[in-house]
């Protein structure tokens, strides 16, 4: 069994909400042992072939991440899509947001399916549509909507994504959040970024913004929040959401863990507060903190600040010559990336070899479009 087969995770509001919408697992595949699933996974792959491509984010846990044809974070796997057009089935073992993302970014042919539906992104549950028309709407009356350019972290949901790309916007990633501010500020005066107010503060201040010409947007304040004077005034207008996985992370942590052991580097995702990201020797996404632990010299110790199966993976994977330890001595899990089990892939694979689709996710056509302006430019943005 895997070392993190045990753990119950505990539930968000959002997981509760979502959890009735879950698409249940036919009985038969519950239950089933380990070298069952994957035997049986490599059977309907090797049916498949072609025909079939599995993205797995580095968050998924080790049983289902290796059956992956390719491994990333959100951006790295956004660029995977556009190489195998000859693949009909894209199987996103992933969240929701990167599914609907998938769509938006692959071929008409072809159709992307999330193994369990109820795998969402409490974050990206953060920013509603309506709460950001409201906020645009009060800049717009603000006076200072003109020269504001909306920026949706890609953690957010379709209809998001279209409104930015609508308003001349764009989506970031972790990977490119310093490039696409850059590029906002060139086509404007301040930036509304959402819906992770740690990413968006962290990169700024990292590009030399000072935090008094930062304010949080709170989408369930009137005017959120704010008067006019402090949204004039302010360069980065930061949407009040955080990922309820890293912001577990904290200073007092990092403290700890260098009394402990000391000459240990410490590195931490930019999702965390920015007194973590300030009390660390370094900080960047998922694909920088594997490059920078991998890269280190033989006898290296880290202590890594981002989700737990992908510090226990890089742990595996540098040993025996180098030392990595997550930040958090119990270990932060996403539990709706965790939703995403071998049995839930193994279904939604054979039910493909029995030529049917379940769990297909789509993005409306009206807001297809828009989606793809902001996701292209995002691509487009190193
Ligand atoms: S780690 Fe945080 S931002 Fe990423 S999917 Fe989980 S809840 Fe969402």
């Known amino acids: 069994m895997h070392p993190m087969g045990s753990i119950i995770p505990l539930l968000t509001e959002f997981e509760k909400e979502h959890l009735s919408e879950r698409q249940p697992l036919p009985e038969r595949y519950l239950g089933l042992s380990d070298a069952e699933m994957a035997s049986r996974i490599a059977i309907a792959r090797a049916t498949l072939g072609n025909r079939l491509l599995i993205l797995g984010h580095h968050y998924q846990r080790d049983e289902v991440i290796r059956f992956a044809d390719f491994t990333g974070d959100s951006f790295k796997l956004a660029r995977h899509i556009a190489t195998r057009p000859e693949a009909e089935f894209i199987v996103f073992c992933g969240v929701h947001f990167m599914a609907e993302s998938a769509d938006v970014l692959c071929a008409p042919h072809q159709q992307v399916i999330l193994p369990d539906l109820a795998a969402g992104c409490s974050m990206a549950d953060m920013a509603e549509p309506e709460q950001l028309q409201q906020c645009w709407e009060d800049l717009q ?10 920026v949706t972290y890609i953690n957010s949901a379709a209809s998001i994504k279209a409104f930015v790309g609508e308003q001349g916007g764009t989506v970031c990633t972790s990977s490119n959040a310093e490039a696409t501010l850059r590029w906002a500020f060139a086509r404007g005066e301040k930036v509304l970024f959402l819906p992770d107010q740690h990413l968006g503060r962290n990169t700024a201040f990292k590009m030399g913004i000072p935090l008094d010409q930062m304010v949080v947007w709170d989408p369930n304040e009137e005017s959120g929040g704010l008067d006019s004077e402090q949204v004039r005034r302010a360069k980065m207008i930061l949407w009040k959401g955080h990922c309820s996985v890293h912001v577990r992370f904290t200073a007092a942590q990092i403290a700890a863990t260098r009394a402990q052991y000391p000459g240990i580097r410490v590195i931490v995702h930019p999702e965390v507060p920015l007194d973590v990201v300030q009390a660390a020797d370094d900080a960047g996404s998922t694909e920088y903190i594997i490059g920078q632990v991998k890269g280190s010299p033989e006898g290296s110790v880290w202590a890594v600040g981002t989700e737990v199966h992908l510090v226990n993976r890089l742990a595996t994977e540098v040993a025996p010559g180098k030392t990595v330890i997550s930040l958090d001595q119990f ?5 709706t990336m965790f939703r995403v089990s071998p049995n839930h892939l193994l279904w939604i694979l054979e039910e493909l070899v029995a030529g049917r689709v379940q769990n297909r996710v789509t993005v409306s056509e ?14 487009s943005i190193q």
Do not use: F
């Open 141 to 150: 009356k603000m006076g200072v909507a003109a020269g504001a350019v909306p």
């Open 331 to 335: 270990g932060c899990l996403c539990s």
């Open 366 to 379: 009206d807001q297809k479009h828009w989606n793809r302006v902001a996701l292209d430019r995002m691509l």
